[in-house]
């Protein structure tokens, strides 16, 4: 099993920027895939973004060119990098491991306009 603790979250202005963390315990982390996604209240979780164990990333169409997904797998951590944050981009952000199919508690972020 991993556990995936998430932090970064926060209140941002529109055009502001914000870090999220997931930090994954447990040794299996540098061959997962591992994700973003977020979600709003009365809506599915959706995929913000993915990066797979060689590097690759995906991103929603929503946010390419504003969020930036990144791994360290010696500190067993992904970032997802977010800036020119809009009001549209409030939700709570998860964290996904792609190999347990575990999620972290969930971060809140809220962009004010």
């Known amino acids: 099993q991993v556990q995936l603790v998430e932090s970064g979250g926060g209140l941002v202005q529109a055009g502001g920027s914000l870090r999220l963390s997931c930090a994954a315990s447990g040794s299996i982390f540098s061959i997962s895939f591992m994700a973003w996604y977020r979600q709003t209240p009365g809506n599915q979780r959706e995929l913000v973004a993915g990066i797979s164990d060689s590097g690759n990333t995906n991103y929603a169409d929503s946010v390419k060119g504003r969020f930036t997904i990144s791994r360290d797998n010696a500190k067993k951590t992904v970032y997802l990098q977010m800036s020119s944050l809009k009001p549209e981009d409030t939700a709570v952000y998860y964290c996904?491991?792609?190999?347990?199919?575990?999620w972290g508690q969930g971060t809140q972020v809220t962009v004010s306009s």
């Open positions: 996904y491991h792609g190999l347990f199919r575990s």
